[in-house]
Nanobody, 114 residues
Framework: QVQLVESGGGSVQAGGSLRLSCAASGSIMSINAMGWYRQPPGKQRELVAV??????RNYADSVKGRFTISRDHANTMYLQMDSLKPEDTAVYYCYADSKSVRVWGQGTLVTVSS
């Protein structure tokens, strides 16, 4: 099985930056795609960014040009968030797809003030 542990959330002013991390452990060789979702207050969870095992990246239109997803050889995934806006305020969840099962991180809160 795969376990995910997130870190890096916090509070920042609009225009600032944060970097989220998602460390995978366990059966990491079985991981295919990884990515990030977020859930703004009172809204549904939405996809933010995805990175495949081959390094292909996709982003939601709302974060293109501001967020960067990456993944290192130690199977830690990152979400670099620049030019943050108040509408980026949400709980951010990482996930990993492993053997047709989606595993989730515990979530980390990002608050962007105007």
């Amino acid at each position: 099985q795969v376990q995910l542990v997130e870190s890096g959330g916090g509070s920042v002013q609009a225009g600032g930056s944060l970097r989220l991390s998602c460390a995978a452990s366990g059966s990491i060789m079985s991981i295919n795609a990884m990515g990030w979702y977020r859930q703004p207050p009172g809204k549904q969870r939405e996809l933010v960014a995805v990175i495949t095992s081959g390094g292909i990246r996709n982003y939601a239109d709302s974060v293109k040009g501001r967020f960067t997803i990456s993944r290192d050889h130690a199977n830690t995934m990152y979400l670099q968030m620049d030019s943050l806006k108040p509408e980026d305020t949400a709980v951010y969840y990482c996930y990993a797809d492993s053997k047709s099962v989606r595993v989730w991180g515990q979530g980390t809160l990002v608050t962007v003030s105007s």
